[in-house]
C-alpha cells in the first residue's frame, strides 16, 4: 500500500489550499479514506473521512470550511481547505486500511500565517 499526498505550503490567512492524496496497493473505491493533521506540539487528530460510497464526516473546528472528496478513476483523495485559519497549521497525511492494518502517507505541511 502506498499512500502520496501533496499539495501543503505556505498560505495566509483567509486563504485556500486543496491537497491530494493518490493511493495505490488497494481496492480503492471502497475503501474509507481520512485526513489527519499534527499540529506542532499536538497529537495527531482525523480531521476529515470519506466513506467508499461518500459519506463524509469532519471534526467539529473544520467544519464548513473543509471538503472531503474522492476520485474513484484517479485513486485519489483530496482535501479543500477554506477560510485557512493559524490554528490549521500541521502535517496533513491520508490513512486508510487494508486487512486491519493502517497505512499513512508521508505528510505534507499546512503553514498558515497570520
Known amino acids: 500500500v502506498q499512500l502520496q499526498a501533496s499539495g501543503g505550503g505556505l498560505v495566509q490567512a483567509g486563504g485556500s489550499l486543496r491537497l491530494s492524496c493518490k493511493a495505490s496497493?488497494?481496492?480503492?473505491?471502497?475503501?474509507?479514506m481520512s485526513w489527519y493533521r499534527q499540529a506542532p506540539g499536538k497529537q495527531r487528530e482525523m480531521v476529515a473521512t470519506?466513506?467508499?460510497?461518500?459519506?463524509?464526516n469532519y471534526v467539529g473546528s473544520v467544519e464548513g470550511r473543509f471538503t472531503i472528496s474522492r476520485d474513484n478513476v484517479k485513486n485519489t483523495v483530496y482535501l479543500q481547505i477554506a477560510s485557512l485559519k493559524p490554528e490549521d497549521t500541521g502535517v496533513y497525511y491520508c490513512?486508510?486500511?487494508?486487512?486491519?492494518?493502517?497505512?499513512w502517507g508521508q505528510g505534507t505541511l499546512v503553514t498558515v500565517s497570520s
Open positions: 496497493g488497494i481496492n480503492f473505491r471502497i475503501n474509507r
Open positions: 470519506i466513506t467508499g460510497s461518500g459519506g463524509e
Open positions: 490513512q486508510t486500511l487494508r486487512g486491519g492494518a493502517n497505512y
